[in-house]
Each structure stands twice: as C-alpha cells, then as structure tokens.
C-alpha cells in the first residue's frame, strides 16, 4: 500500500494532481483551508493508492511525498 | 521506500509562482537532474528577469541575477573563469530570452559555449501582468493584444528552437512540454542530457520547455494546460531540433 504526505500548508489548490490521479483518489478540499488562504488537496481513500506518483509529479508547489 | 520526495537541491519554501504554474514544475526538473548528477556543490545558476526572477530563492545552490536577458553573457563568464570546476545553467523565460537578451541567446550559441540554458516558453510576459511576447501565438488575446495578435502589425512569434538549429555552433537543441506526465518525464530527460553535454563538455545546450500561465491567460491551471496541449504545442512542436553528438554518429 502506497502512502502520501501532503505539506497541506504549501498547498496553492491548483488541482494539477487531482487530473494526474489515474485512480481520481484526489480532491480538493473545498471545506478546508490552509495557512496561505486556499482549499488544499487531500486524497479520499489511501488504501486504493497504487503509489505511481503522477500527483507528484504535476504537482508544481512538490508538496507530496509518495512511499510505497 | 520512498518513491518521490522533493529533490535536495530544492529548497524547502514556499515558491511565489501563482496556483498552476508550471514554473515550479521545472525547477524541481532541475534539481532533480542536479541530485541525479551530484553536481550540487559545483553549479551556478543564472537567474533571470521576469517570473523566474527570484529562483535563486529556491535552488539550493550558487546563483547569479543577471540583468534582463543577459542570462546567457554572465553564464558565459562564469563557466569561463573555472571551465574544470563549475556547472554553469541559466534559467530563463520568454520574454528574457527571446526579447531582449536574444543578441545574447543567438551570441551565446553561436560560439558553442559550454553552458546549459532552460528556457521557459509560456507565450506572454508574466511577471509585468500578461503583455504580448515575442512568443504569443497569432491571435493569441492578451494585455497589449485585445483583439489577438494580428502577424500583419506584429509580426509572427519566433521560434527559438529552430532558429537556433540552423546555426552551425550550439549542440543540442530540445523542445518538451510540462502538460501532462509523460511530457513532464520526457522534459527531466532533455534537462539531464543538456547538463550531461556540459560535463561532457560538448558545448551550448538549450531545452525549450513550452509552459503554462493560467493567471494571465485568464483560466485555470487545468484549462491553461489543455491550452497549452490545442494550441501551444502545434505550434511549437515538441522534438529535438539539433544533436550534433547524435547526428555525428549517424
């Protein structure tokens, strides 16, 4: 099972990762909101992960950390 | 394991760049490449003047602001001064390299000098509030073009890549894009090689990475990057352009 790390509050809410998601396990949380002002990404169900990394990949502020 | 963590040579701040923009993308390509090649503690970057120009905030090594478009002369300097000991890269968008510093992109090839050159081609002027670029597509809407830019009054955007490639001197020339994932991995592919040609010390290496500007172009970052996809990339099409190396051992 793969985990992700998301340094919420570096997080600009773009949605580049959730779009990269092949499995749409990513979402912008609209009723959260962090240091800098905007609704952060968050993943819904970890456990369905694969660990590819594509969110990090696209993820211009590189705020996620992928262990598999 | 860890699969993807944020490269070493990468600071740890928060980047100024606006929601979307792939500007961040690609400085993590060249950190990654600094890591991949362990050339941390021997590269100098130029800094440039538009967006990108607080970069030597967030590369975790020696950085140099040169003034506006001039990018590619102090990186000539410098990699001149310790040829043996220092990797030299410049990091530069459209409007420095294109505009007013393209006596010194054309220059700077020309002589072959052995540096690396990035440049981020988004198509406007970002940091001044969406001005036309040499860059901007015909018809292209932006500050200074509301009705698009009309080719008739301002000419057509210039294609830096293939410019360059009729020039006899400059040794490796790649256009990639940072649109979606594969292009993103093909793009970490042409930067590693034109830092690879530097330690090699074959000569003037430039990728061109097309790029988005979803504050300017009025969209979202997810629309921006269909943008860039439509339109960007058939006008500018992705490939290498020169390999000298390659086209030697043919």
Known sequence: MAKLTFKTDMCKGCGLCVDACPKKLLIIAKDKINQKGHSPAEITDESQCIGCAFCATMCPDCIITVER | ?250
């Open chain 2, 1 to 250: 394991m860890v699969v993807f963590e944020k490269p070493k040579a990468l600071a740890d701040v928060s980047m100024h760049y606006c929601p979307g923009c792939t500007h961040g993308i690609i400085h993590r390509l060249v950190a990654e490449v600094i890591d991949e090649l362990g050339i941390e503690g021997k590269t100098i970057g130029v800094a440039p003047v538009g967006c990108s120009v607080m970069a030597y905030n967030y590369f975790n090594c020696d950085m140099v602001e040169a003034a506006h478009g001039r990018a590619p002369a102090v990186a000539t300097g410098l990699k001149r001064a310790d040829p043996e000991n220092h990797i030299v890269f410049t990091y530069q968008g459209d409007g420095d390299l294109a505009s007013i510093g393209m006596a010194e992109t054309v220059h700077s090839a020309t002589r072959n000098e052995n540096i690396t050159v990035i440049f981020v081609n988004n198509a406007i002027y970002g940091m001044t509030g969406g001005q036309m670029a040499p860059t901007s597509l015909p018809g292209q809407v932006t500050q200074t073009s509301p009705y698009g830019r009309d080719v008739n009054h301002c000419g057509f955007p210039i294609k830096v890549c293939e410019m360059l490639s009729e020039l006899d001197g400059p040794e490796y020339l790649e256009r990639v894009a940072v649109n979606n994932v594969k292009n993103v991995k093909k793009a970490k592919m042409a930067i590693k090689k034109a830092f690879e040609n530097q330690i090699n010390g074959k000569g003037f290496s430039l990728v061109e990475v097309v790029s988005s500007c979803p504050t300017n172009w009025g969209m979202t970052p997810q629309k921006a990057l269909q943008w860039v996809e439509e339109n960007m990339i058939p006008y500018y099409p992705l490939g290498v352009y020169k390999d000298r190396s390659a086209d030697k051992a043919e």
